[in-house]
């Protein structure tokens, strides 16, 4: 009995070990929430294609990265299959447009869903941007987004993850859970902010004022 006792002890502090090393610990283990809707970043020849020659973007509110922000101006997303109106602009313009969209979204236009990383965009899908004064069909860049987290690299050392890893979060709540692969995004020019679409914070009853925490 006494051989029973001991090992079944043993056995319980190594599971209880095992648990407390799951939620990634740091200087502060909890993550701030920022909840995207659909939106595109454009390039400046796109922007002027829609908008009309030497174009510049009209800033209506600041976002949480640094250097971005909302812009005044909407554009129409057009499919093989439907249309979806009033996709805001987020500046400043990029190199090359990006359209980030819900993955109900993609069922409305006919388009695939390919979860990326902003930037990633070969072999995604094209789709045809309709503006005030023009069009312009993008051969690639419709994406929906692969949640992330955007960090800087003190805040990376501090969580015990390194910039391109994968992780997952967890979310408190009566209908939180678990999100697996969560990529970080680990640079100096980042404030520290877990990315999530509005599909995917709805589906746990997350919101602005929600914190995650990282588990591996």
């Known amino acids: 009995m006494d051989n029973f006792e001991s090992v079944l002890k043993l056995l319980l502090e190594a599971v209880n070990s095992n648990e407390k090393k799951t939620v990634v610990q740091g200087s502060s283990s909890e993550i701030p929430v920022g909840i995207s809707n659909r939106h595109i970043h454009l390039s400046q020849?796109?922007?002027?294609?829609?908008?009309?020659?030497?174009?510049?973007?009209?800033?209506?509110?600041?976002?949480s990265q640094p250097g971005q922000y909302a812009c005044k101006e909407v554009v129409t997303l057009c499919g093989a299959k439907g249309a979806i109106e009033k996709v805001r602009i987020l500046g400043p313009v990029r190199s090359?447009?990006?359209?980030?969209?819900?993955?109900?979204?993609?069922?409305?236009?006919?388009a695939?869903?390919?979860?990326?990383?902003?930037?990633d965009l070969n072999g995604t899908p094209s789709i045809t941007v309709v503006g005030p004064k023009g069009s312009v069909q993008i051969e690639e860049g419709l994406v929906v987004a692969q949640r992330h987290i955007h960090m800087t690299p003190?805040?990376?050392?501090?969580l015990g993850v390194c910039d391109g890893e994968v992780v997952s979060i967890k979310v408190d709540g009566?209908?939180?859970?678990?999100?697996?692969?969560?990529?970080?995004?680990?640079?100096d020019a980042s404030s520290l902010e877990c990315h999530l679409d509005i599909e995917e914070a709805n589906a746990m009853s997350i919101n602005s004022k929600s914190k995650i925490t990282i588990v591996k």
């Open 45 to 63: 020849k796109d922007l002027e294609c829609l908008f009309g020659k030497d174009y510049q973007l009209t800033k209506i509110k600041d976002l």
């Open 96 to 110: 090359k447009t990006q359209v980030e969209v819900l993955a109900g979204d993609c069922i409305k236009l006919g």
């Open 112 to 119: 695939a869903a390919n979860v990326r990383l902003s930037g």
């Open 154 to 158: 003190e805040d990376a050392k501090n």
């Open 174 to 187: 009566l209908r939180g859970g678990v999100y697996s692969n969560v990529a970080v995004r680990a640079n």
